[in-house]
């Protein structure tokens, strides 16, 4: 993740966006005497907010559950045909 001054940010608005886009990265922007900031493309943005949903509350859970499960091998593997002919509960 770059890092960059409010200064230099101003300095070079249009170089700065334009390479974040180009890049898809993320830009700390730094100003003295506040906390950083972060600038990002609102698609990354977007997905980080639905990964953070997914993630709490009773969706996290099974998220985790489900999660745990595969990793602990008790998944189950379904044939494409099985489902369609509706011989999977």
Do not use: C
């Amino acid at each position: 993740m770059k890092v960059i001054t409010a200064s230099d940010l101003r300095a070079n608005l249009a170089n700065v966006f334009d390479a974040i886009e180009d890049d898809a990265e993320h830009l700390v922007v730094t100003r003295s005497g506040h906390e950083p900031l972060v600038v990002m493309l609102k698609s990354d943005y977007d997905a980080w907010r639905e990964t953070e949903y997914l993630s709490r509350g009773a969706n996290g859970r099974e998220l985790r559950r489900r999660i745990a499960d595969m990793e602990a091998g008790a998944q189950v593997q379904h044939e494409l045909e099985d489902l369609d002919a509706g011989g999977v509960a």
